[in-house]
């Protein structure tokens, strides 16, 4: 029903609904597996549909995918939520697939797997809304300190080792080119020692208003390719 809404649900109900989402797939793994052909135009993934709603809220993902965490100095929520996602290994998301039951059951990939985490993390990381086809994101619009270290973070969560989903791969292309000018200066080794330095940690800096994002070398070159 919330996917059919036009409209930008609340920053803390989103939250809240999100995060309730994960726990209870965490205490029942599986739960979120579709059965047989199921129907056009209902996801069962509750997971990716919520976040699908909240790509039109883009503070709401922010906050979201911002592991630091959310609320006053002193009394920050953190939360996993990205790396739940986004990684891999222990600790993270084994995605539902489609379960066709018949002699033998037969399980298909969701062609629409991952649509919704790639339109959350787009606007997550650029305070906009995803862009159609034939969009670019131009003017550069400045980033927040909360929007750059959700860039940082999904990088280091794909790093060189991580395939890309293929519905990830457009968000995040559009994403990463709002950062061309820090991007542009870390491939090429011109950048200043700023963004060495604070390539680890929070992975930003601030040159007068402006934020930087910084990650490794290594890790921003692995992700364009």
């Given at each position: ?31 979120f ?12 993934d ?27 100095d002193?009394?920050k929520?953190?939360n996993?939520?990205?790396?739940y ?8 998301r ?7 039951l ?8 969701d ?12 606007a997550?990381?650029t305070?906009?809304t ?7 994101p131009?003017?550069v619009t ?18 060189p ?7 990830l ?17 870390m ?32 890790d ?6």
């Amino acid at each position: 029903m919330m996917q059919h809404a036009d409209t930008k649900f609340d920053d803390q109900f989103l939250y809240d609904l999100g995060d309730d989402l994960i726990s209870a797939e965490k205490k029942h793994p599986g739960i979120f597996t579709m059965w047989g052909a199921g129907h056009d135009g209902i996801d069962t993934d509750a997971i990716d549909g919520l976040l699908d709603v909240m790509s039109k809220n883009p503070d709401a993902a922010t906050a979201f995918f911002d592991a630091k965490g959310n609320g006053p100095d002193g009394d920050k929520v953190t939360n996993d939520h990205l790396h739940y996602l986004v990684g891999n290994g222990d600790g993270t998301r084994d995605w539902p697939r489609n379960t066709v039951l018949g002699f033998h059951n037969t399980d298909l990939v969701d062609p629409t797997s991952h649509a919704g985490l790639g339109a959350a993390l787009e606007a997550a990381t650029t305070d906009h809304t995803p862009l159609g086809p034939q969009q670019e994101p131009w003017p550069v619009t400045p980033h927040t300190d909360a929007q750059a270290r959700v860039m940082h973070d999904v990088i280091g969560e794909l790093g060189p080792s991580q395939k890309i989903h293929e519905n990830l791969r457009e968000p995040l292309a559009r994403a990463l080119s709002s950062y061309t000018e820090d991007t542009h200066q870390m491939l090429g080794s011109m950048g200043s020692s700023q963004y060495i330095t604070s390539a680890t940690g929070d992975g930003l800096f601030h040159d007068g208003d402006k934020t930087h994002m910084a990650v490794t070398q290594q890790d921003l070159a692995s992700v364009p390719r």
